[in-house]
């Protein structure tokens, strides 16, 4: 299973019970297809860059989601056709690493320099 972020923005004439409603229909998608959803975030509305279906606000919901690959286009269709999602997006969430550096072995240092040799007034053998 993998795991995924997505975000919607919801219609910011929709009522906190029609927000629940669409958080609630998301849900069940993602449980159709064999999802869970690990988290739900309601960010509250918030102004948007640029108008989206003729509204220059939104209510922002982000969710994380585990599922298969076919939770994510299920997620987009349903995205589409839904009237009170303004904009939705799902993205793969990747693993935190678990180290910040490669470590490498230290080389020895009895083969540096050992190609050139000084020789003499300054002459390279």
Do not use: H
């Not at 988290?39 to 606000?57: F, N």
């Not at 982000?62 to 995205?79: C, D, I, S, T």
């Not at 230290?106 to 083969?111: A, D, T, V």
């Amino acid at each position: 299973m993998n795991s995924y972020e997505v975000i919607f923005i919801l219609d910011p004439v929709l009522t906190e019970d029609g927000v629940e409603a669409e958080i609630g229909a998301v849900r069940e998608v993602v449980a159709r297809k064999e999802g869970e959803v690990a988290e739900v975030q309601k960010w509250g509305k918030k102004r948007l860059a640029y108008e989206v279906k003729k509204r220059r606000d939104g209510q922002y919901i982000l969710m994380k989601v585990r599922g298969p690959g076919g939770v994510v286009a299920e997620l987009e269709r349903y995205f589409r056709i839904t009237e009170a999602i303004l904009k939705g997006m799902v993205v793969k969430a990747e693993e935190p690493r678990r180290t910040r550096f490669k470590v490498r072995p230290l080389r020895s240092q009895e083969g540096v320099g050992a190609a050139t040799r000084e020789v003499g007034d300054g002459e390279l053998q």
